[in-house]
């Protein structure tokens, strides 16, 4: 369950009051997500999501996040807009912590996307590409390769506890992507966790994107390779390259690859995947006894980052060279 953090209801009218959007109507915790308190908050003015940021968002980073849901809402991506009160602040405080109340977004997180959901995805996250560009703030990906040997050595002793070799494995791993790691991408603002539970649709066209509490100034292309992961692999672990195929088109029909992505695919798909099993294993290895949370499974990130080592090139992922890149 997400709400970490009790608001009292003269916290909250206090808190409402600073805005104009009327008296609060209802008031209820959001059980989805682990990172964040969300409530769904009803008043006069309509409904409205309030988020309490928690200890694992940096508070010295909400100025990004905040700022970057802004400029792209303005910019027509339907992301949540977080509201100004009257004082012209975007972010408050609420309960000791910093809160924002942001717009609601209509639709639902798909359970099983379609190739017709990955094409809207594609579009969508090069919509979101283009329209960060004339953002002026940037935040470095602190899960990128320079990140990753850090955080495996906070799990490296237990690895095997997992999966038997699982530590060799890594290891061999984080020495390949560091030797090759590509740095010269174009590079901007991306979500980087754009997996289905942060993107709404409203029967096959994508209503919105949520969740951009890892957003960061990276390579598209590695944004691209996020979703490749987390939107084309079925449930039995197989490649959908009908998925793929869908999503890289529907990206490049907005934003072409350049060359360099085409060559770079197959190793930022394979660091991607690394990213998400070094943290799902951390997570793992670190869940308190007796907690709710369910960790979710290192494992499948592993067979994803086995399947990736063995693409020679992104024309396996169903992009033409000749078809989409600039
Ligand atoms: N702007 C919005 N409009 C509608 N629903 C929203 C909005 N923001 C959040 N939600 C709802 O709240 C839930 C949790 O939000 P979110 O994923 O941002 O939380 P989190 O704790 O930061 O998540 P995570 O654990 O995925 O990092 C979402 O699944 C969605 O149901
Ligand atoms: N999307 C991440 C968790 C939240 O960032 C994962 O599936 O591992």
Wanted: glycine share 6%.
């Amino acid at each position: 369950m997400a709400v970490y953090t009790d608001v009292t209801d003269e916290e909250l009218h206090a808190f409402v009051a600073q805005y104009d959007i009327g008296s609060v109507l209802a008031f209820k915790g959001i059980a989805e997500g682990v990172e964040n308190s969300n409530f769904l908050l009803h008043t006069e003015a309509g409904y409205f999501i309030l988020t309490l940021y928690e200890k694992r968002v940096n508070p010295a980073e909400l100025p990004y996040f905040i700022g970057l849901m802004e400029h792209l809402a303005a910019a027509g991506i339907s992301c949540p807009t977080p509201l100004a009160n009257l004082d012209s602040e975007t972010l408050g405080t609420l309960a000791g912590k910093p809160a924002a109340i942001c717009t609601f977004l209509n639709g639902m997180s798909v359970r099983r996307a379609k190739a017709v959901h990955c094409q809207g995805l594609g579009n969508a996250m090069a919509e979101m590409h283009l329209a960060g560009a004339d953002f002026t703030m940037h935040r470095k990906n602190a899960l990128t390769v320079d990140g990753w040997r850090p955080l495996f050595d906070l799990s490296q002793d237990r690895a095997d506890e997992v999966c038997h070799g699982l530590a060799a494995e890594i290891e061999r791993e984080l020495t390949v992507l560091e030797e090759r790691w590509p740095r010269d991408l174009p590079v901007g603002e991306i979500h980087a966790d754009l997996f289905t539970d942060n993107v709404f649709f409203l029967g096959e066209e994508l209503s919105g994107i949520i969740d951009f509490y890892f957003a960061c100034t990276d390579a598209f292309a590695y944004d691209v390779a996020i979703c490749l992961n987390a939107w084309c692999f079925e449930a039995d672990d197989s490649f959908n390259v009908t998925k793929a195929r869908a999503l890289l088109k529907g990206y490049s029909s907005v934003r072409p690859f350049t060359a360099a992505e085409f060559e770079a695919l197959p190793l930022l798909a394979r660091g991607s995947a690394l990213r998400f099993l070094l943290t799902r294993l951390y997570d793992w290895l670190s869940v308190p006894e007796g907690a709710l949370v369910t960790p979710k499974d290192p494992m499948e990130y592993l067979k994803k980052l086995r399947f990736h080592r063995h693409v020679t090139s992104a024309r396996d992922y169903g992009l033409a060279l000749g078809d989409v890149v600039a």
